[in-house]
């Protein structure tokens, strides 16, 4: 009778772990949703309109250039507004999409541009790490690293 109950205890014990481990449906289906919110955050940019990017970036954005300034959500959609901030194109090539839980992902891409920042033309090649957040229903941008390559 022990053996048996010790059996039942570890087999218990194996099942419970391995469930841990493994990503939910829910994670493993939810990183199409935030290619896609981070492909209208791409177009967003382009073509900026106050109610496109607010409804795409959260409340508590950390948005961090490659130069090393860091935009909060209303700094970034004024800058991208008024000009200060102005991409012709955006490229996104090499994205990676992880769904750390069904309400966290990580987003990894090259990020290659055409940009008219206050009336200056240039060329941009960063790396960038983005951390998407689900909120109320919607995956919002929450963070954002740049480094130029």
Not at 31 to 38: H, N, Q
Request: hydrophobic residues 50%.
């Amino acid at each position: 009778m022990f053996l048996k109950k010790l059996f039942l205890v570890a087999a218990s014990a194996a099942l419970f772990s391995a469930c841990s481990v493994m990503p939910s449906g829910n994670a493993a289906s939810a990183a199409p949703e935030v290619a896609a919110a981070a492909e209208r955050l791409r177009i967003a940019m382009i073509d900026p309109t106050a109610p496109a990017l607010g409804a795409l970036v959260a409340d508590d954005l950390s948005y961090g250039h490659s130069g090393g300034k860091v935009d909060t959500k209303t700094s970034f959609i004024a800058d991208l507004l008024d000009g200060k901030s102005d991409f012709v194109t955006i490229a996104i090539t090499d994205q990676t999409v992880k769904v750390v839980d069904g309400n966290t992902a990580i987003v990894r891409h090259t990020l290659t541009a055409d940009t008219n920042d206050s009336g200056k033309p240039g060329k941009v090649a960063l790396k960038i790490l983005g951390v998407w957040q689900k909120q109320g229903g919607s995956w919002k941008l929450l963070a954002r690293q740049a480094v130029r390559i």
